[in-house]
């Protein structure tokens, strides 16, 4: 089944439920299912209001007719959000939560790589969900899929999506806000404290996660910047 999610505390009794609770993963099912159903109908309304032939469009409504996991899709001006999921984070012992960077969009995030650049070990803005997706399959190869999930997170708007917003690169503004994002979505998913939690910024979004790491607890114990800008 799907991996589970909780997206907002909830509480029984006035007592608040704890992991090991059966009533907290049927509650965290229910609660991920719901928001795998709102990023898809979320998805085929902004396919819908596309020109009929417009080829982003028609991959909204192959992502929301497929058997992928959504965490989010939000359509924004400078950016659509979108939070994928490989794996299950119930029971899983090493969770990973990747952070793509400049220019990576919704468009180009399940593009392949040219297989010139296509080697191990190497990160591309305009292939995020692929990278993440590899990195699964690598950690389930290595660990074993049912203990391993990776989250490709692009909650946040980087800079190089749209035109007039590549010189924000040089600033902070997008990844400030876009670390408020993502210790929001951290604390709302509420993994396990027995959990490997691994977060890990590429480009821009290193220097997002950079701000999330220095202002709070992420839970992470390890975090992991490639690229970095400067």
Do not use: C
Not at 42 to 58: F, I, N
Not at 93 to 103: D, K, L, Q
């Amino acid at each position: 089944g799907p991996g589970r999610f909780l997206v907002e505390p909830i509480w029984v009794s006035g007592d608040e439920l704890q992991a090991g609770d059966p009533l907290f993963h049927l509650v965290t099912a229910k609660r991920f299912a719901d928001a795998d159903h709102a990023a898809r109908r979320a998805m085929q309304a902004h396919a819908a209001s596309l020109p009929e032939d417009d080829a982003y469009g028609r991959e909204l409504h192959e992502m929301a007719a497929s058997q992928r996991h959504f965490l989010r899709f939000a359509p924004d001006g400078e950016g659509d959000r979108l939070v994928e999921v490989f794996g299950e984070i119930e029971g899983a012992a090493h969770v990973a939560v990747t952070i793509p960077g400049f220019s990576s969009s919704v468009e180009k995030g399940h593009e392949l790589p040219p297989a010139a650049i296509a080697t191990p070990g190497r990160l591309h803005s305009n292939s995020w969900v692929w990278d993440a997706e590899r990195l699964w399959a690598r950690s389930a190869a290595d660990y074993g899929a049912e203990t391993t999930t990776v989250i490709a997170y692009l909650g946040y708007a980087p800079p190089g999506t749209r035109p007039g917003n590549w010189a924000d690169v040089t600033v902070t503004a997008r990844a400030e806000l876009g670390a408020s994002e993502l210790l929001r979505d951290l604390r709302a998913w509420s993994i396990d404290d027995r959990t490997h939690l691994t977060t890990i910024g590429h480009s821009y979004g290193s220097t997002m996660l950079g701000i999330a790491t220095a202002s709070a607890d992420t839970g992470a114990a390890d975090v992991a910047f490639i690229g970095s800008p400067g």
